[in-house]
């Protein structure tokens, strides 16, 4: 039987979804809480890597197991075994050939900003601009930067073989609503660092630090530089994995 599960977990107490030598990815913490209820090693295969501090709401993972029970005993089961920083909330058998990673055509990620000093429980999930943002000048930035293109700019070397740095930014959108601002970015794979990356070249756009010509003159030489910054891990999750 295979499971297509869909979970959410607060990245500020995990060092990435990936499984670690020292059990600290949110991988090795749902497999922990399986081999318990299914009385064997179950691995399991996530939608995509996360970097260690990135939330997420609706990640996807599945897994092959023999389960006499209802679905919603299995899910009871888990919401026991896991940690508060840990909800899985959807489970169904999935349909042949279905892969986690594979089978996806896509992922949105959200980016938190926030104009000013937040409250105490909102600073863990959004980055503070305490001078404030040009809003106008990162929605135009936005724009110029979707569509399929090489992104090799807007991405961290891994340590891995160099892969392909092509991909479809299908939407980059800035959302203002009051102090809280909202980057989405939506594309049918991301590179490493790249959500985090585009988020931190449109905060120095909007910090005036860099203009929406040069995000793109530094998209199309396709080489990294010191002048897109990676933002911090706390302001972004990834919101959705799109499948079919």
Known sequence: MQWKCTCAFEGG???GWQSQADGSGVQDVIEKCL????KQPVR???SSRTDAGVHARRFVFHFN???RHSTGALLAALRTGLPPAVLVYAARRAP???HARFSATGKRYVYYLYEGIPLP???RYCVACP???NACAMMSAAARLTGCRDFAAYSAESGEAKENTVRDLRRLEVVRRGRRVRIIAEADGFLYKM???LAGALIRVGEGKLSASRAVELLETGLRTHEIPTAPARGLFLERVFYG
């Open 13 to 15: 107490e995990f060092n």
């Open 96 to 98: 042949a050939g279905f």
């Open 131 to 133: 001078a404030g943002l």
């Open 35 to 38: 081999a318990r209820i299914l």
């Open 195 to 197: 959500a985090r990356s």
């Open 65 to 67: 197991a023999e389960w």
């Open 44 to 46: 399991i295969h996530g």
């Open 121 to 123: 429980f909102d600073a």
